[in-house]
Each structure stands twice: as structure tokens, then as C-alpha cells.
């Protein structure tokens, strides 16, 4: 009997989330930027998907969509599948039950997530009886639980404290916690460890992927770091300037990153011991939104553009057909760019 | 061989007077606890043309030891020599001729530049203060300086709210280059910019210092940034210095607990995906003031897993355990 290997269990079961043609508008005085373009993905239980790119690109925006939390002046087009509904059409009563029971959201700043006048397991016991009817003894048993679940020694001891009692790692548990409390099938984490240190850091996505293992989550991850995301996701999409520029599973992005951006950005790392002394660069800055051309987003500053990038945007081609790794990838070159692996250090002048 | 990492710079000569020696600097500052003592007994050395790279977590000590160097926070310990003089001894005045030695640049060059100031301004007043060239020619060198950070001589007529972040981050590099410093202390330069960016201002940094010898601390806490720019790093815990190795050293042989769990942790460092569960949290629940001058012992004694008695009770001291690689640590 063949071994299973953790990659095939999570392809078979419908995606517990499935986006498509999802674009994001900003009202900006009297016109509409258009800062999201239609993006497709999907997500199976047990699976991480990272949305990676730079600020502005549209990452954290598409997170808020995805349940409901756009705010005022910013509308989304497209269809975001949750468990087979479509969440864009939700309004009132359905989306809170939504938010914090089906999908759960976690932030960067854990402390503005947490109110800093009620105590731990206040918070916690109260997110589980907006959801469900359970007793206040029964609520206390389950905070006490998750709060065990997230890994928080001396349990007890927290549900009593305050959230200025503890470090930010500890915080961003608690956070977890209480986005665990109604077992969501989707958690979406925006930067959940921007603001932390690197060992605790290295933690709390542990942790994360940890309880992806244990509960068959799916997790949404964004991020700006690319190689941190590298060993928590299963699959990688890059955004650049509102575009998914490559969408693939993470062992063949790191292989070969095929769209120069993403060649870009993994060459602009540095990758320690023998390393070259010059990194590459990405010349030029991210676009303002809506200040983009005809053509391919990344047209402006990538070292291959030609003509046809200038007047054309790419349309997302398929890649990695083999099996269930199928990817996609947005360049008009990028057959030829292939051939040419690897990006060299460019230096510049 | 322009990839080769010719590194070193300039040899170290333990002969020659080191450009910067920091020797058992000590800075507290009054907390609602009692006192707290950030900097705890720091040694560190730099010879011109060196990059020292130093790494740590926040709370560890490294702005607070990079401002104490500038004369920003006054030491309750020890000295800082520049080229043989100590800092902690001058007045005011004496300090202020030798402030162009030392220049700083910032992780938020916004918010360390006059918004309402066009940025020609804010260099040539850099270079009125040090009574550097005339007033005529300063337009000119405001110019050149510019160039030399890449940016365009119009920028000079332009508002800081007119540049991106990795611009900005030029500008505040052209500023404390104009002076022609002999050290540039960094913190945190790149860690407000986005990754694309990074690259650019790393080189640039790394470009300058070739062409004109300027040593740099530079402060992260981002291990492999240091590690990638550094001749020698350091890391600090808990106030204190726990290693010091050259970079290939560093590189290759970390020894500190904490310096390994740095590595360990590091993304593009560390071991990728295990797929095992991961440890409980090493810091524990109550540590706000983990770092704080905490009582007798090792600072990193709580979340190292090699702790001994000895840790809990006896500071280890800085131990030679290789060329120039001293780890303080009772474990190794």
C-alpha cells in the first residue's frame, strides 16, 4: 500500500474557500482606483495558502474582502466561496455570524485586537457566547482549553490577567485563542508577526501550523516576507501592484521562481555564509495605485520588459501542470526567462 | 572576481588605536521598578573601514548602546574612545567639534528630516554646523552628495514628503555623509522598507564604504542582514553582549544558545518546515521585563534549555574560545 504523503490528503475535499474575478475599488474624490485585479484562488482544509507582496499591493485588502470588513468608500467585484456561499452578497446578522465562527481573522498588533480593560478570559468566554448558547461555566472550560491549545503555560493564570500583562508573543496566542473559539474552517492571518521578535516569531507561525495540522484549518497567511512565509505554506501567491503575478505550489517557486518579480525578490535577500557581496536589486519603487500604464504592472521596472509588455497586460499562464501542484504565472516572457536561470546580480552603477 | 567577498577590509591591527572602543559601558534609566539597566558592561571595538554588525531582539540594549555612543544618553559606566579620545570625558563644546566623526542614520529618515524643510537645506545646514566648505559651494557639494546616494541634484529642491521611503532613507545617508564622517552608526536602516527596496539601500551602504573606507555599526534586528553586511557581528541579549566572531566564524560555527536559536529562527537562515510539532514558547508568559537587569545569573537563563545551576546564579563573562571569537557562556 502506498505511503500517503501529507500534500495528497487535502486536494480531494471541495476548497473550504474559492475566489474568482475578485477586484477591489477605492473611492479617491470623485473617480474609482481599481487596486485589486481579478484575483482566482482557492484554499482546501489543512492548507496554507500565503499571499505575499510589498505594502500597497493589495495583499491585506483582499484579506479584509474575504470576510466582509471592507471598509467605507471601498467596494469588491468578483465572488469569494465560502463554504459555497458567496460572502460579497452577505450583509448584517449572516456576516458577523460569519466573522469569528466560520472565518477568523488575526492582525499584526495583537494588543488593538485585544480590549485592554477586560481580562483574558473575559474576552474569550464572550467571543464564545456571541456565537453559541453554552453556559458561563461551560464558555470557562472551553477558554481555558483553547487558551491550553495555543500552548499558554499556566492557563488558569492568564484567563485572569490582562493583556498588558503579557508579551506581545503571548498576546498573539491569546488573539489565536480566541480566533480558534468557535473552531472556524478558515483563519486568515494578516502579518502575524510583524511586530514580533524573530524567535518569537518563529513561534507563533509554528504554532499556527501546528493547529492547521491538528484541526484541518485553512489557513490564509499574508505576508510581505517571502522567505518567511517559505516554511509554513504549502502553496505561494504573488501579488504585485493589485496583480497575482504567480500563483504556485511553494517547493516549485522556490525551485524556479519563473516571473521576474518574484526572481526579484528571492535574489534580493540575502541568503548568508558565501553569498554574493552585491544583492540584487529591483530598481525603481513600487506604483502609486491607479498610476499604472496598459501594460504588465511590473512592466515599469522589470529588466526584461519589451514593447509588447509596455501595451499589453499578461494574461496568467499555466505552469507545474503535473498533478494538483498546477500553478499559474502572469509574464509574457516567462518561457524564455526560464531558459535563462538563473537572475543574475545586476549591479548597478 | 567582483563577486568574491573581500570582506575584511582594512586588517584589524591590534597594534593600531581602534576607531571606536567602547569599554564596559553601563546606561540605566529610572523605571517605575527601580532601576533598569539597559546596557550592562558592553565592550565592543572598531577599526576604520570595518563594518561591526550588531544583532538582538527589541529591548536588548542595541539603540540605547548606538545613542549612548552619540552622546545622545549619558553612560552610568565606562568610556567610549574615538580615535583615543574618550566622549564621556569632553564638554559640550569639545563634543560638538568631534560630532562629524560620528554620524547616524535612522530606521525612519521621515521623521528624522524637516518636513518642512526642502532637502538642499537640511544637508547644507549638516555641513554649516561642521563649518564644512563656504557658503557658495555648498549648493554644488549638496549636489554631489546626492549623487553619490543616487538620487537626482533637483532633489535638493524638493520636499521630503515628495520621496519614497527607500528615497528618504537615501537622503538621511547623503546628510550624514556630507560631513565625511569616519562612522555611520545604523539602526535599523532598512527595516521600514519593503524587500525590493532593502537590496538597494544595502548596496548602496556597502558601495559607499568601499569608496570611501567609512566604518559602520550597523544595528538590526534582522540576522541575516547583519550577517550578510558585517566584518565582525556581535549579538546582544539582555544588555549584554553573549558573542563576538567574525563573520565566517559567526557564520559558520554560532555557539551561543541564543545565537543558535537566532539562526534557528532566522527564515532564510534556519531549517525549513519540519513538519514536527513545535516546542512550547521559550519566553515565558509573564516576561515584560525579561531583559530588564534581573538579579544575579545569566540574562538568558529562563528560556535557554542548556541551564545549569551556575547560570542561575553567576553572570558568565565574555571567554576568548577561538580567533577572535569570544561567546559568554558557561554551557560551551
Redesign the interface.
Same mark, same amino acid.
Given at each position: 500500500m502506498p505511503i500517503e504523503l501529507e500534500p495528497s490528503r487535502r486536494c480531494d475535499a471541495p476548497p473550504i474557500l474559492a475566489v474568482e474575478g475578485l477586484s477591489i475599488w477605492i473611492r479617491d474624490g470623485g473617480r474609482d482606483i481599481r487596486t485589486v485585479h481579478a484575483l482566482e484562488f482557492s484554499l482546501a482544509a489543512g492548507e496554507t495558502l500565503a499571499i505575499v507582496g510589498e505594502s500597497g499591493c493589495g495583499k491585506s485588502l483582499t484579506a479584509f474582502s474575504l470576510i466582509g470588513l471592507l471598509p467605507q468608500g471601498i467596494r469588491a467585484e468578483g465572488r469569494v466561496g465560502l463554504e459555497g456561499r458567496n460572502v460579497l452578497r452577505l450583509r448584517g446578522e449572516a456576516l458577523r455570524r460569519l466573522r469569528g465562527g466560520r472565518a477568523a481573522m488575526i492582525f499584526q498588533e495583537s494588543m488593538t485586537a485585544l480590549n485592554p480593560v477586560l481580562r483574558i478570559g473575559a474576552q474569550i468566554v464572550e467571543t464564545l457566547r456571541a456565537h453559541e448558547r453554552v453556559t458561563r461555566s461551560e464558555a470557562r472550560a472551553r477558554a481555558l482549553a483553547l487558551l491550553a491549545q495555543v500552548r499558554i503555560p499556566d492557563p488558569e493564570r492568564v484567563f485572569a490577567g490582562y493583556p498588558h500583562q503579557l508579551s506581545g508573543g503571548m498576546r498573539q496566542r491569546v488573539v489565536i485563542a480566541m480566533a480558534l473559539a468557535c473552531s472556524p474552517a478558515l483563519l486568515i492571518a494578516d502579518e502575524p508577526t510583524t511586530a514580533l521578535d524573530a524567535t518569537v516569531q518563529a513561534e507563533i507561525l509554528g504554532l499556527i501550523d501546528d493547529l492547521r495540522r491538528e484541526t484541518g484549518l485553512a489557513v490564509l497567511l499574508i505576508s510581505h516576507d517571502l522567505e518567511l512565509v517559505r516554511r509554513y505554506a504549502d502553496r505561494i501567491l504573488v501579488m504585485y501592484a493589485g496583480h497575482a503575478v504567480e500563483s504556485r505550489s511553494v517547493e516549485a517557486l522556490f525551485a524556479a521562481p519563473l516571473h521576474p518579480y518574484t526572481r526579484g525578490l528571492v535574489a534580493a535577500r540575502p541568503s548568508g555564509g558565501s553569498g554574493p557581496r552585491r544583492l540584487a536589486e529591483i530598481p525603481g519603487q513600487v506604483p502609486a495605485p491607479g498610476g499604472l500604464g496598459p501594460g504588465c504592472s511590473f512592466g515599469p521596472r522589470c529588466p526584461h520588459a519589451t514593447g509588447l509588455c509596455h501595451d499589453l497586460p499578461p494574461v496568467p499562464d499555466p505552469v507545474d501542470r503535473t498533478g494538483k501542484a498546477a500553478g499559474r504565472v502572469a509574464c509574457h516572457h516567462w518561457k524564455t526567462l526560464h531558459v535563462q536561470q538563473p537572475e543574475p546580480a545586476r549591479s548597478v552603477p | 572576481m *567582483?563577486? *568574491?567577498?573581500? $570582506?575584511l577590509g582594512p586588517s584589524p591591527d591590534a597594534a593600531a588605536v581602534p576607531l571606536l572602543a567602547v569599554t564596559d559601558l553601563a546606561v540605566d534609566f529610572a523605571s517605575t521598578q527601580g532601576t533598569v539597566r539597559a546596557v550592562d558592561g558592553v565592550t565592543l571595538t572598531i577599526h576604520s573601514g570595518e563594518t561591526h554588525g550588531l544583532v538582538g531582539? !527589541?529591548g536588548c540594549g542595541k539603540s540605547t548602546l548606538s545613542r549612548a555612543i552619540m552622546g545622545l544618553i549619558a553612560p552610568s559606566r565606562g568610556s567610549i574612545h574615538l580615535n583615543g579620545v574618550d566622549l564621556t570625558r569632553m564638554s559640550r563644546r569639545a563634543i560638538r567639534r568631534e560630532r562629524h566623526r560620528l554620524q547616524m542614520v535612522f530606521q525612519d529618515n521621515g521623521a528624522a528630516l524637516d518636513p518642512r524643510w526642502l532637502v538642499g537645506r537640511s544637508i547644507a545646514e549638516a555641513l554649516q554646523t561642521h563649518g564644512i566648505g563656504s557658503a557658495a559651494d555648498r549648493p554644488s557639494r549638496v549636489a554631489r552628495i546626492l549623487g553619490d546616494v543616487?538620487l537626482p541634484p533637483e532633489a535638493a529642491a524638493r520636499y521630503p514628503r515628495a520621496f519614497?521611503g527607500? &528615497?528618504r532613507q537615501r537622503i538621511g545617508i547623503a546628510r550624514a555623509l556630507a560631513v565625511e564622517p569616519e562612522l555611520i552608526l545604523c539602526d535599523e536602516p532598512v527595516s521600514a522598507l +519593503? %524587500? *525590493? %527596496? &532593502?537590496? &538597494?539601500i544595502?548596496?548602496l551602504l556597502?558601495d559607499l564604504q568601499d569608496r570611501r573606507g567609512i566604518a559602520l555599526l550597523f544595528i538590526s534586528?534582522? /540576522? *541575516? %542582514?547583519v550577517?550578510?553586511?558585517s566584518d565582525r557581528v556581535s549579538v546582544m541579549y539582555g544588555g549584554r553582549i553573549v558573542e563576538t566572531a567574525e563573520r565566517r566564524t559567526f557564520?559558520l560555527s554560532p555557539t551561543h544558545p541564543y545565537t543558535r /536559536?537566532?539562526f534557528?529562527? !532566522?527564515?532564510?537562515?534556519?531549517? &525549513? $518546515?519540519s513538519?514536527t510539532?513545535?516546542p @512550547? @514558547?521559550? +519566553?515565558?508568559?509573564? +516576561?515584560?521585563h525579561?531583559t530588564s537587569a534581573s538579579g544575579d545569573g545569566c540574562r538568558f537563563k529562563a528560556r535557554c534549555r542548556q541551564a545549569m545551576p551556575r547560570c542561575l546564579t553567576e553572570t558568565p563573562q565574555l571567554r576568548l574560545i577561538g580567533p577572535g571569537h569570544h561567546v559568554a557562556c558557561h554551557v560551551v
Open positions: - | *567582483s563577486n *568574491s567577498r573581500n $570582506r531582539e !527589541s543616487g519614497s527607500g &528615497q +519593503d %524587500v *525590493s %527596496v &532593502q537590496a &538597494q544595502l548596496n556597502a534586528h534582522d /540576522l *541575516s %542582514v550577517e550578510h553586511m557564520w /536559536l537566532l534557528a529562527s !532566522s527564515p532564510s537562515l534556519g531549517r &525549513q $518546515r513538519g510539532a513545535s @512550547p @514558547p521559550a +519566553d515565558g508568559a509573564w +516576561d515584560l525579561r
